[in-house]
């Protein structure tokens, strides 16, 4: 075992530590972040420009054919518009299998594929007025593109299969299954279940250690709208306790609430013991921050003086406990990371 | 990307580079384990909770004081707001890890600027209330050491300059405001390596470099908002153009940073893009902000400027072009112009840069 106190990785912090007291140049510790990868060489400055322009050229020109159709619309015929639709939807897709799906600038040409497919079936909508609901729209849209979410290793296409499969659901229950919206509680228990399941497969890819899902950002989103729909009904049931609203809809606002306690359970054990997440645990004490703070002020009388004193210590307490909790976490990961 | 790199291989490393003496490697060996024992400073997300939990509480802490009738007149406000502002000042104590006080006394601190200010409002004008904000941001960024409340002093200033220049009727001023804020943030980040080892900047560049990427971001929302009545409407190529020279001055300070020959045609190449890229989002100097944030995050390796930079030029970009008073077809041949303009840009570059660069 080496007994050299800086045989050790060499973290931003580490180094930004002794910059500060003195240890390190100004240039050194330049010179030693861009050694250790922390700040860009010059390959990392021409990799992130052809990126960024990549990027963005991509976007701006598939915005600008999205503008063109909606300028032509009234003038062209049904023909014209599956036609052009349909061509530059073949150019895309050789264009991505020419210049390979393993490269980037594949996946992005697939991924606007997929954009454009979603207005060439809005287009068949609105051209052949079929009288059908907004929801089969999307839906169709999430299934055709199945094949290149799966075959292109590409987080952002399946960031938006989520979101379409999500806006499927939702049109689907206000259009079809709930249109007076009595039921929207059972929307949002749906919702948790399609984003649980998401988040569950994203999770054991991760752990898998499939290359094209090393960065957090995907399941970060995907736990965020999870919990986020299982606070709102919890906040709905503390808001509307004594109401007619709650009396009608308890156990489904039971299941609700029960629910966004195992689930802020189960992540707070995971992402602190499995699979270390220091955002997502912030995510979730956030979460039980606004949740206490609702319950002490539905509980609370407005009309007390010492009631608004009592509610600003409790969630300056809170938010400090949180904080310092997080922090203890931090210390005892160590710092691993730039 | 990150490489698992030893501080001993990075020590010899500095001293082969003559950018270490040995004396000093060996003051780093025997000294090391003690300097890093300071506690880093939170992540940006527990910063973000904290200032929810420190505003949630202001607003509690004010219903508190409206309802006990404490502050009942302008002067009430006002000396219960000084009062409140000098306690926490004297009881912070920085150094210690008393997350509950520090929290509390943040909480308070703001709760006593935000009755000072209103109070001088209430019983004054907004310009004395802007100017007194402006001053109490200033001085606190100093003496309140603290790294959430700095970045909020310096929100509370820019906003400050802002309802000023327009209660003045000052508008062209926003472009000098916003050239500030941004060269304040060019600064901030560019020389972290030198605030790192200055011991006064050492503890405030990170919270007023923040402060002032948020503050450009925020102002500049104002030129994508579409005509409102009570809103002035403003010139915005003003904006633009001083973005753009202070875009090309980042530009020329990350290739001297990377010892690059200046007279090269991927210099002339990345200068006329940039001067190109102003040309075309004239109107939209959101755009070249979010830009000069991108390269900033970049050159620095930080995720949450890179991150910030990106949620923000989306924003400008959608906003922009929705909101832009042409037709539709003049937007779609802007739209499609801009991105050919910038693929072409990324083609020449490709060309002339002397290795290729893989998509991965």
New interface residues.
């Given amino acids: 075992m080496s007994t ?7 973290t ?22 861009r ?20 990027w ?13 159709f ?3 619309w009234a003038n062209l015929n049904r023909f014209g518009k599956f036609a052009t639709l349909e061509i530059g939807l073949f150019a895309l897709i050789l264009f991505a299998i020419l ?1 390979d799906l ?5 996946k992005a040409t697939l991924l606007a594929a997929s954009l454009v497919l979603g207005v060439l079936l809005a287009v068949y909508g609105q051209v052949y007025q079929t009288g059908a609901d907004v929801f089969t729209l999307f839906l169709t849209w999430a299934i055709l593109i199945l094949p290149w979410v799966f075959f292109s290793h590409f987080a952002p296409l399946w960031l938006l299969l989520l979101i379409l499969a999500n806006l499927s659901l939702t049109l689907y229950w206000e259009q079809v299954f709930d249109p007076t919206h009595n039921l929207t509680d059972s929307l949002f228990l749906l919702m948790f279940v399609l984003n649980g399941l998401a988040l569950m497969a994203w999770e054991m890819a991760f752990k898998r250690g499939l290359r094209w899902l090393q960065g957090q950002w995907l399941g970060r989103i995907i736990f965020m709208v999870t919990l986020t729909v299982l606070v709102l009904p919890t906040l709905q049931a503390i808001i509307m306790f004594d109401s007619d609203y709650t009396y009608n809809h308890s156990s489904l606002l039971g299941w609700a609430v029960a629910l966004y306690l195992e689930t802020t359970a189960v992540a707070l054990w995971y992402y602190s013991s499995q699979r270390r997440d ?2 997502l645990l ?2 979730c ?2 979460g039980i ?1 606004i949740t206490v ?1 609702t319950l002490l002020g539905k509980s609370l009388p407005w009309y007390d ?1 010492g009631s ?2 009592l ?3 409790v ?10 909790l ?2 203890r976490i ?2 005892t990961w160590g ?1 691993k ?2 | ?11 010899n ?2 001293l082969a ?1 003559s ?2 003496s040995p004396n ?1 490697v060996a ?3 025997r ?3 003690n ?2 024992a ?3 400073s ?2 940006w ?2 910063s ?3 200032g ?3 505003w ?2 202001v607003i ?2 004010l ?2 004081l409206f ?2 009738r404490l502050i009942e007149s302008p002067p009430s406000a006002i000396i219960v707001g000084a009062i409140l502002v000098i306690s926490t000042i004297v009881l912070h104590q920085p150094n210690r ?1 008393a ?2 006080f ?3 006394y943040l ?1 308070l601190n703001l709760t006593g600027q935000v009755l000072c200010i209103g109070g001088t409002f209430w019983g004054s004008d907004i310009t004395t209330a802007m100017l007194l904000a402006m001053a109490l941001a200033t001085l606190l960024i100093g003496v309140y050491q603290h790294n959430l409340h700095r970045f909020l002093s310096v929100l509370t200033a820019a906003g400050a300059m802002l309802v000023l220049l327009y209660d003045l009727e000052v508008y062209e001023g926003i472009h000098a405001l916003i050239f500030g804020i941004a060269a304040g943030a060019a600064w901030c980040w560019l020389e972290e ?2 605030h ?2 200055d011991r006064t900047m ?1 503890a405030i560049y990170r919270p007023l470099g923040y402060g002032f990427v948020m503050a450009l971001q925020i102002l500049l929302l104002w030129s994508i908002l579409p005509s409102i009545n009570f809103l002035a409407t403003i010139n915005w190529e003003g904006s633009t153009l001083g973005l753009t020279l202070l875009l090309l001055i980042i530009e020329y300070s ?1 290739l001297y ?2 010892q ?1 020959t200046m007279l090269s045609l991927r210099n002339y190449l990345i200068f006329t893009g940039t001067l190109l890229i102003g040309l075309l989002f004239s109107n939209n100097p959101g755009m070249l902000a979010a830009l000069i944030v ?1 390269s900033l995050g ?4 930080n995720l949450v400027l890179i991150g910030l930079s990106i949620v923000f ?1 989306t924003i400008f ?1 959608v906003a922009y ?1 929705y909101y832009l008073e042409i ?3 003049d ?13 072409g ?2 083609f020449l ?2 060309r002339v ?1 002397e ?1 290729p ?4």
Wanted: hydrophobic fraction near 50%; charge should be positive; proline fraction near 3%.
């Fill in positions: 050299d106190s800086l045989d050790i990785i060499a931003r912090h580490h180094l930004y530590t002794l910059a500060q007291t003195n240890h390190l140049s100004p240039q050194a510790l330049e010179y030693a972040l050694m250790i990868g922390c700040i860009p060489n010059r390959h990392a400055w021409r990799r992130f420009l052809d990126q960024a322009l990549l963005l050229g991509t976007t701006l020109c598939v915005a600008g054919i999205i503008f063109f909606a300028y032509n210049r393993e490269n980037l600038s594949g220091l955002f912030t995510v004490l956030t921050l703070t003086v608004w004193l509610m600003g210590l969630v300056i307490a809170q938010a400090s406990y949180m904080a310092y997080l922090m931090a210390n710092s990371s730039c | 990307m990150l490489k698992s790199i030893t501080l001993r291989t990075v020590t490393q500095l580079q950018l270490l000093t003051k780093i060996t000294e090391f384990p300097t890093v300071t506690v880093p939170p992540p997300f527990i973000v909770l904290l929810i939990g420190a949630l509480a509690l802490f219903g508190f309802s006990t890890q997350w509950f520090n929290q509390l909480a390596a030198n790192l080892t050492a990350i940073s990377h690059m991108m970049f050159q620095r390796g030029l970009l072009y037709t539709l077809l937007k779609s041949l802007a739209l499609i112009g801009s991105g050919v303009v910038l693929l840009l990324r570059l490709k840069l290795e660069v893989t998509d991965n």
